[in-house]
C-alpha cells in the first residue's frame, strides 16, 4: 500500500482515520482556509504524483460546504498529478434527487455526479445508495457497497425464533428480502404515500407482523416521520417488540429524541457513514463500523482485485 495516498475533507475525519487505521495506512492532513469573502481553499498536504489517492467526504449538513470541499479536494489531487483519484462516499446526499416528479425541478444526484467527475473523479466507492438509477449516473466507474452484512452479523445475536424484518415502504423491500435471507426471517413492508419531506401516510403493513419480533429495516433515516408512521401501524398489529436498523443514522431535526422516547422501541441500530453527535445520541442507539469494509474496498481497488467478490457469500 505504499503508492496510495489518503485525505479526509472537513465532514467525517474520525471515520477517516478509522479507515486508515484498518488499511495501516497514514491519514494525510489537508489544510482548509477560508478567505476574506468567504471562499475555501484546499491544499492536500502530502505528495500525490503517480499515486492513487482516495478521497474520504461524506456528503452531511452542511452539505453544499462538504460538496465544494470535496470538490476542491479533487481538483487539488488533479493538479498534482495523481495517477487515480477515488470518492470515497459512505453518504451521497444528493441521491434523493434522483427523478423528475414535479415541473421544473432539477435532478441534483445526477449533476452532482457530473460535477465530481469534472472535477476529476476517476473513480467512486459509495455506501447504500438511496435508489438503484443514481449508480447510473456516473460516467466513471462506482463501487456500490452496502451494510447488510455489518447489520445481519449484530442482529444474529439475538433470538430470531419470532422475528420480521419490515420495509418501510415497498422500493425499499428488496434491500428487506436480501436482509431477511441473511437472518434467516420473513419480510413485511408498508404501504407508503408521501406527500412532502416530512409527511407521508403508511396505510397498511403487508405481512404478518402480529406478535412478532420486528425490525424496521431502511437505508435512511432523517427527520423519522417514516418510522414514526410505521410504529403506529406496527402498534395498531399487535407487533410484540420493535428494533430500527438503518445505514444512514440523518436523525436530523430531534429525529433520535423522538425515535427513542416510543416505549416499545427497544433499540435504534445505524452505522457510522454519519457522524451522529454525542451529545444527540439516546441509551437506545447502537452504532456499528461500516470501516472495515471500506477499508478493504479500498484495498481491493487499490490492488485492482474484485469488490463485488465481497459480496460472494452474502
Known sequence: MREIAVFSGSAHPELAAEICAQLEVPLRPVRMRRFANDCIEVQLQANC??????LIQPLVAPVQENLVELLLMLDAARGA????????????????????????????????????????????????????????????????????????????????????????????????????????????AGAKQRFSDDKVTISDVIGDVTGKDVIVLDDEIARGSTVIELLDRLRERDARSIRVACTHGLFSSGALGRIGEQPDVQEIVCTNTVPVPNGERTPKLTVLSIAPALAEAMRRIHNGESVSALFDAS
Open 49 to 54: 504524483r503517480e499515486r492513487d489517492v482516495f
Open 81 to 188: 498529478s495523481a495517477a487515480r483519484t477515488t470518492v470515497v462516499l459512505p453518504h451521497y446526499a444528493y441521491a434523493r434527487s434522483d427523478k423528475k416528479d414535479a415541473p421544473r425541478i432539477s435532478i441534483g444526484a445526477r449533476l452532482v455526479a457530473d460535477l465530481l467527475v469534472a472535477a476529476g473523479a476517476s473513480r467512486v466507492l459509495a455506501m447504500t445508495l438511496h435508489s438503484p438509477q443514481v449508480h447510473g449516473f456516473f460516467s466513471v466507474p462506482v463501487d456500490h457497497l452496502h451494510a447488510l452484512r455489518e447489520l445481519a452479523a449484530y442482529f444474529r445475536r439475538l433470538d430470531l425464533s419470532n422475528s420480521v424484518v419490515v420495509s418501510p415502504d415497498l422500493g425499499n423491500a428488496k434491500e428487506a428480502s436480501h436482509f431477511a435471507r441473511l437472518l434467516g426471517v420473513p419480510v413485511a
